[in-house]
């Protein structure tokens, strides 16, 4: 997911070009919003942390992009290209070194499991199926 603060700074077209010369073909897109209902039910994992009410204000305050991308080891792979949580941590050259501002309004979105993956893929897209 291209994350609303990343939307709204006009990076959407540099991140998505990130993503494909780093070889993951992308079978999904949308450009949608998400409601502080459906933001919180996307992060659950996060519901009882402390910035959790700040992350659905931050996730439902503008336009987001999710997609669904195919690679072999994606999940390990996308995550080292978006860079740690911390934009300050994340190596240079990450989308999140380049385009991230704070720990919270972090430009991007990763998977954390290709269980996960499953799950978020389908989240966004009715009955997504891979093609
Ligand atoms: P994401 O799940 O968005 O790809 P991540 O897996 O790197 O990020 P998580 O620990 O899953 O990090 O946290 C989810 C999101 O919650 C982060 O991307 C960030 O936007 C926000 N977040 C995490 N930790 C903090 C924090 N300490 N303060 C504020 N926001 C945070
Ligand atoms: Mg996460």
Redesign the pocket.
């Known amino acids: 997911?291209i994350?609303p603060d990343a939307v709204g700074n006009g990076h959407t077209g540099k991140i998505i070009d990130q993503i494909i010369s780093n070889g993951f073909r992308i079978v999904a897109m949308k450009y949608t919003c998400l409601s502080e209902e459906t933001a919180g039910r996307f992060?659950d994992?996060?519901r009882t942390?402390?910035?959790?009410k700040?992350?659905v204000d931050?996730?439902s305050s503008g336009p987001i992009v999710a997609a669904v991308l195919e690679k072999n080891n994606a999940v390990e792979d996308f995550?080292k290209l978006?860079g740690?949580?911390?934009p300050k941590k994340a190596e240079p050259g990450t989308i999140?070194n380049l385009f991230a501002k704070?720990?919270?309004?972090?430009a991007?979105?990763?998977?954390?499991s290709d269980e996960n993956a499953a799950i978020e893929a389908n989240f966004f897209f009715n009955q997504f199926e891979r093609f």
Do not use: C, Q, W
């Not at 704070?102 to 972090?106: Q, R, Y």
């Open positions: 997911m994350k992060y994992v996060h942390r402390p910035f959790f700040d992350l931050f996730m995550r978006i740690a949580t911390d999140r704070s720990i919270e309004a972090n991007v979105h990763g998977s954390d």
